[in-house]
C-alpha cells in the first residue's frame, strides 16, 4: 500500500494537472447517505465459464469461434477467475469502503437451456453465497440481470430481434427476483440496450431498421419484468427496479439556435430513445416523426420506428424507480442540413445532426475517446428536467490505460473532477444524484478490447494463475473519499 506521505505529495500533482482551467473543486462534503460503489459484469470477471452446469452464452462463442474480433485475441474464459475468488472481490471492496457493488447474473450460469425449465442449483448457490458475503460486510449489491451475455441457444432463435424474447426475459427476470429478491434491494433489468442493439445486432442493410426492432423488443422485457415485479415480489421484497442506459453529454457546439435544437434532437435519439419509453410511456416525439417522414419518403408504407400498443404504453410508463446512467464523455453538437434520402437507411441519417470532440480535449485510451468531467453537469440537468427529477444513480463512470500502472494520476484525476462536478449539480442545481459508481474495482475484459485496456481501482495479474490483485493510487484515493465523503486531500478538507 502506498505511503501517506508520498499518496498526500501525489495528490498535490494531481490538482495541478487536473484543473489548468481554473475549474475550483468543490470542498463541500457529500450527504450522509449518498452511496458510493464500483462495478464489474459477470461475462468480463467470473471466468469458469464451462464449470458447474453453466452452458455457452454469445460472448463465448464470439470469442472462441473468432478471436480476431477481441483486440489482443483473448477471451473471458478465466478472466478475473472471480467465480472462484469471490472473496476476494469482496474483500478489496470492502478494503475500498464502498456502500454497495454492482454486478450482473450470467443467464447461462442460472438457466442453461435459456428457460426456466432447468435451474442451474451450481449458479444458483455461487450468486447466494457472493449475496451472502456482500452482506456479511455490510456492502449492498446492486444487481444487474442481463449485461450483454445471452444464452446462445437464445441467440441462434434470433435472440433480441425474436418477439419471443419478451417472455423469454421476463421469465429469466421472474426467477431471478424469486431466488434472490430476499438479498436485492436494487435491480437493474439491463445494461446499455442502446450499445445491445447499435452493435451487438448487425445492421440491416436490407430494411434499416433492425436496431429499432431490437430496441422495442428490449423495452416491452424490461416493461413486462418491471411490472412481473411489481405485481409479484414488491410487496415483500421492498425492493426498486431500474434499467440503466448510457449517454454522452451532449453540448451545443455554439450558442446559435440550429446547434441548440440540434442538441436536443441528439438527447432524444441518443437517451430518449429509451428513457422516454420508460419515464413517459412512449418514443420522443422528434423520433416518431423525423423516422416517420423519412421512412414516407423512402416509398414505405409505415415508419421504421415501431408503434407501441396503448397497454404497452401504460406498463412502460414509470418503469423505473429510479434512473441509472451510465457515462464516460462529452460531445459537442452542430446542425446540419438534412441528410438526402438514401439507401440503406441509418439511424445516423434520422437523427441529421453531427457531433465532434475538440482536438485539445484530454485523450483517453477508451476506443479514441476524450474525456470532460465538466459535461456530466449538464447532461445530470438535462435528466432532470425532462424525466421528473428522478433518482439519479451514475452506475458506471471510469477511464482506461493500456497499462496498469499502480501509480494511475490520470484515473484519480478523473474520478475527483467528475465527482466535484456531480457535487456542484447536487449544491446548485438541486439534481438528485444518490450514488456514484466507478467502473471498475478491477481490470477485467472489455469486450472487444479484450484485456488491452484496464478500468481497474485494482490491477490484476492476467499472467498469474491466482489473477493477483493490487490496489493502484486510485483505490486508496477512492477509499478516502468513501471514508470521509470529502474529494480533497490536503490541510484545509471539506465544508460540511
Not at 471466468?47 to 473471458?76: C, F, L, Q
Not at 431500474?242 to 442538441?263: H, Q, R
Not at 419518403?297 to 434512473?323: C, H, I, Q, W, Y
Not at 449539480?425 to 450514488?435: L, R, Y
Request: charged fraction near 20%; charge should be negative.
Amino acid at each position: 500500500m502506498i505511503s501517506i506521505l508520498k499518496f498526500a505529495v501525489l495528490m498535490v500533482f494531481i490538482a495541478s494537472y487536473s484543473f489548468a482551467d481554473d475549474y475550483v473543486l468543490n470542498r463541500k462534503r457529500f450527504p450522509p447517505n449518498f452511496l458510493f460503489g464500483a462495478a464489474t459484469s459477470a461475462y468480463q470477471v467470473e471466468g469458469a465459464w464451462n464449470e458447474d452446469g453453466k452452458s455457452v452464452s454469445t460472448w463465448d462463442n464470439t470469442t472462441h469461434a473468432d478471436p480476431d474480433s477481441i483486440a489482443d485475441g483473448s477471451n473471458g474464459d478465466v478472466a478475473c477467475d472471480s467465480y472462484h475468488k469471490y472473496k476476494e472481490d469482496v474483500a478489496i471492496l470492502k478494503e475500498t469502503g464502498v456502500n454497495h457493488y454492482r454486478f450482473s447474473l450470467a443467464w447461462t450460469r442460472i438457466l442453461p437451456t435459456g428457460f426456466p425449465d432447468q435451474i442451474n442449483q451450481a449458479g444458483v448457490t455461487y450468486y447466494k453465497n457472493l449475496l451472502r458475503e456482500l452482506r456479511a460486510n455490510g456492502i449492498e449489491p446492486f444487481v444487474t440481470i442481463y449485461h450483454w451475455d445471452m444464452p446462445l441457444t437464445l441467440q441462434e432463435r434470433n435472440g433480441l430481434l425474436n418477439e419471443s424474447f419478451i417472455d423469454w426475459f421476463a421469465d429469466y427476470a421472474a426467477v431471478c427476483f424469486d431466488l434472490f429478491g430476499d438479498d436485492v434491494k436494487i435491480w437493474t433489468t439491463f445494461n446499455e440496450p442502446k450499445g445491445t442493439c447499435l452493435f451487438v445486432v448487425p445492421n440491416n442493410k436490407t430494411e434499416g431498421s433492425l436496431e429499432y426492432i431490437c430496441a422495442h423488443n428490449v423495452l416491452r422485457a424490461h416493461a413486462k419484468a418491471y411490472r412481473i415485479y411489481e405485481k409479484r415480489f414488491k410487496a415483500t421484497q421492498d425492493g426498486r427496479v431500474g434499467i440503466v442506459l448510457d449517454s454522452y453529454s451532449f453540448v451545443p457546439g455554439s450558442d446559435s439556435a440550429e446547434n441548440i435544437t440540434a442538441t436536443e434532437t441528439t438527447y432524444q435519439f441518443e437517451l430518449g430513445w429509451f428513457a422516454n419509453p420508460v419515464f413517459n410511456g412512449d418514443y420522443p416525439e422528434i423520433m416518431k416523426s423525423r423516422i416517420g417522414a423519412r421512412s414516407r419518403a423512402e416509398g414505405r408504407k409505415s415508419s421504421r420506428l415501431p408503434e407501441f400498443t396503448e397497454a404497452e404504453k401504460v406498463a412502460l410508463n414509470g418503469s423505473a424507480d429510479f434512473f441509472a446512467l451510465n457515462t464516460y464523455s462529452t460531445s459537442l453538437v452542430v446542425a446540419i442540413e438534412d441528410p438526402p434520402i438514401s439507401y440503406p437507411p441509418s439511424r445516423d441519417q434520422d437523427m441529421g445532426v453531427t457531433n465532434y470532440q475538440p482536438d485539445e480535449w484530454e485523450n483517453s485510451t477508451m476506443n479514441g475517446m476524450k474525456v470532460a468531467p465538466w459535461g456530466i453537469r449538464p447532461l445530470l440537468n438535462w435528466i432532470n428536467d425532462h424525466y421528473n427529477q428522478p433518482d439519479i444513480i451514475i452506475t458506471e463512470n471510469g477511464t482506461p490505460d493500456n497499462t496498469g500502472t499502480l501509480q494511475d494520476v490520470k484515473r484519480v484525476s478523473l474520478i475527483q473532477s467528475y465527482l466535484s462536478y456531480i457535487r456542484d449539480t447536487m449544491e446548485q442545481d438541486g439534481v438528485n444524484v444518490i450514488g456514484y459508481t466507478v467502473w471498475s474495482i478491477m481490470d477485467n475484459f472489455e469486450w472487444t478490447q479484450g484485456y488491452s485496456q484496464k478500468f481497474g481501482l485494482y490491477n490484476v495479474d492476467f499472467s498469474s494463475p491466482n489473477r493477483t490483485r493490487t490496489p493502484k493510487l486510485s483505490a486508496q484515493y477512492y477509499k478516502n473519499v468513501c471514508q470521509t465523503r470529502c474529494l480533497i486531500v490536503d490541510d484545509y478538507g471539506c465544508i460540511d
